[in-house]
């Protein structure tokens, strides 16, 4: 069975520095487009960033541009984070990533549960 798992959420003051995990188990990421999107109390879920698993490139939204970087794991394939630095207190929300078959992140998707992440100040 398909299924994405995220972790490494939690508590953190502002200005610091966390790194989330999507773990993909029941199939590999590596021809998948992956999502990163947060949905913050009140608001509507919003894109955080998109890219091709295999391929590097990646787009981020420009609250994040600069401050979140997204990386793979090349030995399993199976797991992607999103290292979040300088975090603001609107960075406050629960983090979900996504698998895609379209590139632009757009379609039907395998999503996780999601993390929360609180940034303190």
């Known amino acids: 069975q398909e299924q994405l798992v995220e972790s490494g959420g939690g508590l953190v003051q502002y200005g610091g520095s966390l790194t989330l995990s999507c773990t993909a188990s029941?199939?590999?990421?590596?021809?998948?487009?992956i999502g990163w999107f947060r949905q913050a109390p009140g608001k509507e879920r919003e894109g955080v960033s998109c890219?091709?698993?295999?391929?590097?490139?990646?787009?981020y939204a420009d609250s994040v541009k600069g401050r979140f970087t997204i990386s793979t794991d090349n030995a399993t394939k199976n797991t992607l984070y999103l290292q979040m630095r300088s975090l603001k207190s609107e960075d406050t929300a629960v983090y979900y990533c996504a698998a895609f078959r379209v590139a632009r992140c757009r379609g039907f998707a395998y999503w996780g549960q999601g993390t929360q992440v609180t940034v303190s100040s």
């Open positions: 029941g199939f590999t990421l590596d021809d998948w487009a």
């Open positions: 890219g091709m698993y295999s391929d590097g490139n990646t787009w």
